[in-house]
């Protein structure tokens, strides 16, 4: 025992405290250490409770209520062609009308202004049942195999597509920045290629862009649609590359959606870098350009469409719409009602509790209310 | 499979045996990788998450860079990767010390110096006084004429006493030169791991000794890891070495102990994975029916008419990556780490610091601290964990005059002290017993201080007592004793030695008084194996075996009336007064022998010290026919004193509602006393005290069924009952009626066991956790290693005893009363903070995934992942880590309110803050935390612009918003 390892010195300590005394035992004395670092523990007594829930009700409400006022204040005029625009002839069969190189697409509308539109007025498509959030479009990596086109869908373009197994993207976000990186298209099949020249841009979705177009005019003066602007500006500065200019684009087998004039380059094709910015939700708007000048209550504005782009195939609809916006944004009533939920629900929670607390009150920190002293019988 | 050891033959044995190179490690440098690696995916969640990562390297189904479970995965297993080689580079470490420890051996006759490492088969190993053995060794030589030396096996059985080894009779008398030269070849079979049995044949080769076999049993062995001790040097032949030995063979790796709230955390986790195979399934089947349904119909995704074979597993796959975080794969981390944090806080806490020693408390286990937060049972042993063994000479009754009854010390006794003065020859007996009749060694300082080295406390309480009372035991030098009284000097020789057993529970002494030339018998034992060996009882008690003495011992009050005079009669009552005190009671008794009557004994001693069969039954028989008619001189008392608030530290733990076992191998009454004093049981009228006893089944059986019965009733009753049990009737019960024996622990608050023995101990430690109990264990010693070992958590106290129970414990503690802080600070904060920890872990990963959920439904049932995979990562690694920290220091409520009103410990106990429901609790709350998130970022875009990015940035820091707030609102 004497010749005990060091770990027994703690029973001998004082014989050869000499030699221990450098290396002290005792642990430094810190307030980490002894867990005594200073906190805070507010008790939620019942006054503070109804002062937060009181509180918390006095802020929301007014703001609920500005909002839902400025919401109501934003005008929203939205029209539905999609099925309006295929003439009558064509009714049993859209499929076939859209599909048709042959068919005359220029559909007109008629829209009443109901209520006075200052300017900037928005313009927006909006597109219902359509995903763009689908995995395959969306965002990321996917697999790709021997493709066979739906008869109902592609008729024209019926056949078989073999690419073989590689990994596919949607889009190549290489690719739209710099022009340096034209053939990195290896995340973009199964749009990536063109008799084996890179597609730019590659990827299902610039392939699939939105190619419907409107033109407006009231009392037969046309009305300007400035597309400035309606990109986002990092986009246009940093995702796509202004020397990077649409190459072998809509030129394979498959024709999908619009086309690109090859001579602009990527950063200056705002209605693509808006498309390309994927929605959400399966209903969406994309801003498509502003009006700006106002418009007056009982105008007619006329929009001139044409209707090119395929929804027919899975029911979705087409929706034009002119909005202007308010200091929330455009109309959504959403926020407001939110907001008067939230604050009237602590009023009234507020306001029970103090229902409860005058009509019964309780001490606070008595510890007979503890379960032991309640019920000293039990266990 | 035999094995031919040819002693000090080099060639003979070189390369057959492996070396006596000690290896507790467990991986190599080569096999390090691959093996860790295997251990590590021999874990279900490992395996899972390694699943996960590899589907995400199938970029057709993941939803997510697959960097984003491959960078976590491979960070916690480098984590564990390294704790791991950390822990085995100190094993290696402490395996170089043991191996590069010097030794001497003999080698061709001359004797060398060499690394213990370096030790073969067949060497001759020589050991000085207080050296660790080597390696197993037969003993061939000591430096003892008899041919004995001791050592202590701690170590190995844990039993503290010294243990006496001999040298085989082929080898005896033979001296230093002999030893180096010695030749012959020791058969024996194959390394075992049992450490009492050692069936072996010694054959010396001429010219030492004729050509017999010679038969060698575990006595003639000292083991690897025991200590030589009270003898100068002695030597052996090595038979087993390295990783051979008996301690080698039987070491295993303690299983690791998992704490109630790890098991709780892997069932749940459980219960998320099956929800999470139910979600997949269900979104699969869905996302299938959509896509053939509905996706076919869009052409801007370009969907293939047919696929391959596996086309159908491909959605719920990606479902199933896409719903991985369900899981969070660094809640092992996370817990592993705040848990070494608990650990690291009760090493640094200042107020569990032993203020004598300044020891600070250690957790060795660093986890399962929050079990400390759940214990139900806590089994402790009484000496030197509830007292301090330190013990004192008090008080002492020597023909029939109570000393030191006033001021409770018997050595300022003025009587006492006057007795001495005038040379009372009662007194002077009962001295002279107390200084001889004993092993203590002295050792005469350099400063002419004498010191004592006993085996055990109570004979060093004596002697230094004697010392005192001018009796001191100055020297021994071989046989003679040499006692100094006032000025004059005293000799005696010892002749033989009647050793102390736990059966005979009383040692001897035959001396000569080498003034007067008597032959005397001095004798010390508990009282009843000494009283009933009284000559003025002897007539009727002496009949009476010792073993059921006690019983009658009630009865022992009419029968000296008229069998015997007064003083038997006060040494009785003096023994019950002592105890009641709960001093440890100690008779002492001497005879003169007549000259004929020792040489005709000391013929059968020898006789039957040398039988081969029953050696030790025979012995005790033949000291018996010695040890009758003694003339009982007097009782000594000693103090074994509690250690300071032990009765506040019971009484607070048992109000937070623990139940307290106290396992001591002291007699009853002691234990009692002991127990009384410290709050373990009430006294009479409050509570009451049942006991279990009998000799055989069928008084065990009834006296437990009387008990049981009582307990029964009792138990509807605020009373506090108790029950005492001696080792005796344990072993019966536990025999034979375990189920009956199992029902009066689940009844009983309080037990006390006496007399147990270590296995016992953790018997009744495996008892109480087969019943589904948490169990704490507290000793001190070395018999108390394998209850604590056993027990759910093992807590040891670096006390008087050595080291042993600290080293074998989870954790080690200075003094008994830190026990209150450990449990009610310590494992109620570690509780509750890995209760909050855990389940918030699975909340935060719930909320995300409950929202991709919802995502999945409006982005057709794709497998579209709303968060890219960087803000996922971040996610779980950034944003949500701060709460971590700051769950770590949390404290609901300060350590004085817990100390004030124990019951609190109810919560954890009962487990309330980590249970399905509450957990439940959380699943419902992530679920509408999710709720709310995702429809609020939904709605607050409208359609206007809804793009994917800042949906799910929105969505984000909703998620982040809200968790940062569940936190503060959660912590205190």
Known sequence: MKGGSASSGGTDAPSNSSSSSSRTKKPK???????????????????????????????????????????????????????????????????????????????????????????????????????????????????????????????????NLKIAFRYVKSRSDKQLRSSKYESDTKDCAPEATSKGFPIVPCGLTAWSLFNDTYGFSVKNKALEVSKKNIAWKSDKGHKFGSDVYPKNFQTGELIGGGKLNSSIPLSEQDDLIVWMRTAALPSFRKLYGKIEVDLQVNDQVTVVIQNNYNTYSFGGKKKVVLSTTSWIGGKNDFLGIAYLTVGGLCLFLAISFILVYVAKPRPLGDPTYLSWNRNPAGN | MKRYVYINDDEASQDLYCDNRLSNRKYTLLNFLPKNLWEQFSRFMN??????????????????????????????????ASKEAWDDYNRYLSDKKANEKEVWIVKQGIKKHIQAQDICVGNIVWLRENDEVPCDLVLIGTSDPQGVCYVETAALDGETDLKTRVIPAACMGMDFELLHKIKGVIECPGPDKDIRRFDANLRLFPPFIDNDVCPLTIKNTILQSCYLRNTEWACGVAVYTGNET?????????????????????????AIFVFQIVVVLVLGVAGNVWKDTEARKQWYVLYPNEGPWYELLVIPLRFELLCSIMIPISIKVSLDLVKSLYAKFIDWDNEMIDPETGTPSHATNTAISEDLGQVEYILTDKTGTLTENKMIFRRCCISGHFYGNENGDALKDVGLLNAVASGSPDVIRFLTVMAVCNTVIPIQSKTGAILYKAQSQDEEALVHAAAKLHMVFVNKNANIVEIRFNASVLHYEVLEILEFTSDRKRMSVVVRDCQSGKIILLSKGADEAVLPYAHAGNLLIGAISCSIWKFLRPLYFIIPKFTSGQQTRSFIEAVEQYSQLGLRTLCLAWRELREDEYAEWSLMFKEASSTLVDREWRIAEVCQRLEHDLEVLGVTAIEDRLQDGVPETIETLRKAGINFWMLTGD?????????LSCNFISPEPKGQLLSIDGKTVDEVCRSLERVLLTMRITTSEPKDVAFVVDGWALEIALKHYRKAFTELAILSRTAICCRVTPSQKAQLVELLKSCDYRTLA?????????????????????????????????????????????????????????????????????LICFI??????????????????????????FYTSIPVLVSVLDKDLSEQTVMQHPQILFYCQAGRLLNPSTFAGWFGRSLFHAIVVFVISIHVYAYEKSEMEEVSMVALSGCIWLQAFVVALETK
């Open chain 1, 29 to 159: 004395y810190s307030k980490f250490t002894q867990q005594e670092l200073p906190a805070c523990k507010p008790i939620l007594t019942p006054g503070y409770v109804i002062m937060i829930f009181t509180a918390v009700g006095v802020i929301f409400i007014p703001v609920g209520l500005f909002s839902l006022f400025a919401s109501e204040s934003v005008v929203e005029i939205v029209d539905r062609y999609d099925i309006d625009c295929v003439p009558s002839n064509y009714s049993s069969n859209m499929l076939a009308y859209i599909q048709s190189t042959a068919t005359n697409k220029t559909c007109t509308r008629s829209l009443n202004i109901t209520k006075e539109m200052k300017s900037p007025v928005f313009i927006y498509y909006q597109l219902d049942n359509f995903y763009q959030n689908h995995r395959r479009y969306a965002q990321s990596v996917c697999f790709s195999y021997t493709i066979y086109f739906e008869e109902s869908t592609c008729d024209h373009r019926h056949r």
């Open chain 2, 47 to 80: 395996q899972y998450f390694l699943l996960i990562a590899c589907l995400q390297l199938w970029s057709l189904i993941t939803p997510v860079n697959p960097a984003s479970t491959w960078g976590p995965l491979i960070f916690i297993f480098a984590v564990s």
């Open chain 2, 246 to 270: 008996k301690l080698g063979m039987s070491r295993g790796i303690p299983e690791p102990k998992l704490t109630a709230v790890d098991a709780m955390i892997d069932k749940l986790t459980g």
């Open chain 2, 667 to 675: 007699k009853q009454n002691t234990a009692v006393q002991i127990a």
């Open chain 2, 778 to 846: 507290i000793g001190d010693g070395g018999n108390d290693v394998r209850m604590i070992q056993q027990a759910d958590i093992g807590v040891g106290i670096s006390g008087r005893e050595g080291l042993q129970a600290a080293r074998a414990a989870d954790y080690s503690i200075g003094k008994f009363r830190f026990l209150k802080r450990l449990i009610l600070v310590h494992g109620r904060y570690s509780y509750n903070r890995t209760a909050f920890l855990s389940q918030y872990s699975f909340y935060k990963s719930l």
């Open chain 2, 852 to 877: 991709q959920i919802f995502f999945s439904f409006i982005s057709g049932v794709s497998g579209t992942s709303l968060f890219n995979s960087l803000s996922l990562m971040a996610y779980n690694v």
